[in-house]
């Protein structure tokens, strides 16, 4: 069965561009509550699910070791702009284990953002390591490895003890076995991987709800989720589409975008998640299946509502300010 059509964008009268994609909301106990499209097809995850790899930090007491609080947690499973708050957020997780940039092992860019970029560009030679868009969650990873005993050399190996315990929390939050015939390299260099998207989906719920988790395991998810909410800007940055959506909503929303058309998203308060996929990996198809979808758990005709749909439908203008078309969400996304 083909994935639905659940995104177009129209040019004057006309629809220029579809995206097909598919989307699993998910209950703590498993059940699905929304559906569309090939929820079971196995997907990589990519960055959406940073907030599961951060597990370790705070089961293992790193974070507490290292006095952690919502801004570090929220950096630590983030895919930030690289602004300078960003920056020198991660370089203090990384001193109070002792360790420096030079740590890091997930590579360096430019920021994806281009008024982050320019200024980048005027006041830096080259970027490090820490400007990199997972230097929050890396230096989360360094500190849990050093806070553990463990050496953090090669922590992005597939066979590190780290990623090992990475993979087991996986494993045990989406109940998929994961090895190295679902697995695959991440831009950062960390193992990825693929997860059928109502799993995916079901890991989150459980980690909002703490269904069916330890009690040490249930708290530390619900730490998480909570930091990401407390601090979106930390999550994300400036302009982006997860801190947009947690400011929706402060406190009610967690959302998480992956690379690749994926993103992740859950609402404690109604004990759901939610995991979707633009089939052809086109962040702006992402960013509005997600924006619909979560409105249509609010409710309609109020402000948290209006502003969803907004996200979700949204016009797009030339370089002159025009107006010359629109993004918005089929029917297969109904907000209700």
Not at 15 to 37: K, N, Q, T, Y
Not at 175 to 185: F, H, I, P, Q, Y
Not at 205 to 215: C, D, E, Q
Not at 238 to 250: D, I, S
Request: aromatic share 6%; glycine share 12%.
């Amino acid at each position: 069965m083909p994935n639905p059509v659940t995104v177009e964008v129209t040019r004057g009268r006309l629809v220029e561009s579809r995206h097909r994609g598919s989307v699993a909301v998910v209950d703590g106990d498993g059940g699905l509550v929304f559906s569309s499209g090939d929820v079971e097809a196995a997907v990589f995850p990519r960055s959406a699910c940073k907030a599961m790899q951060a597990l370790p930090l705070v089961e293992s007491g790193a974070a507490d070791a290292y006095g952690f609080g919502d801004r570090e947690l929220a950096l630590a499973c983030s895919s930030h702009n690289g602004e300078d708050a960003h920056v020198a957020l991660a370089a203090a997780m990384l001193a109070r284990a002792g360790r420096g940039e030079e740590t890091l092992e997930c590579g360096a860019h430019w920021s994806f953002d281009q008024p982050t970029l320019i200024h980048q560009a005027r006041t830096l030679e080259r970027p490090g390591a820490l400007h990199n868009n997972c230097s929050g969650k890396h230096a989360g990873f360094v500190c849990a490895c050093c806070h553990q005993g463990i050496d953090p050399k090669g922590y992005v190996g597939y066979d590190h003890p780290l990623q090992r315990e990475i993979r087991e929390t996986m494993a045990s939050l989406t109940g998929t076995a994961l090895g190295v015939d679902n697995c695959g390299t991440d831009g950062c260099a960390i193992p990825s991987y693929a997860v059928p998207l109502k799993s995916l989906a079901h890991g989150f719920a459980r980690m909002a709800t703490g269904s069916g988790l330890g009690a040490a395991r249930a708290k530390a998810s619900r730490r998480l989720i909570a930091a990401c909410m407390a601090e979106p800007y930390y999550v994300a940055g400036t302009g982006r589409a997860c801190t947009k959506l947690m400011e929706a909503a402060p406190g009610r929303i967690f959302a998480k975008t992956g690379a690749e058309g994926v993103f992740c998203a859950a609402l404690p308060e109604q004990g759901i998640a939610i995991a979707l996929k633009a089939e052809d990996g086109a962040t702006r198809a992402a960013e509005a299946m997600v924006a619909a979808v979560l409105a249509r758990f609010f409710e309609k005709g109020g402000e948290v509502h209006a502003r969803l749909t907004a996200m979700a439908n949204k016009p797009l203008t030339n370089w002159n300010g025009i107006h010359v078309g629109d993004i918005r969400v089929t029917e297969a996304l109904p907000s209700f």
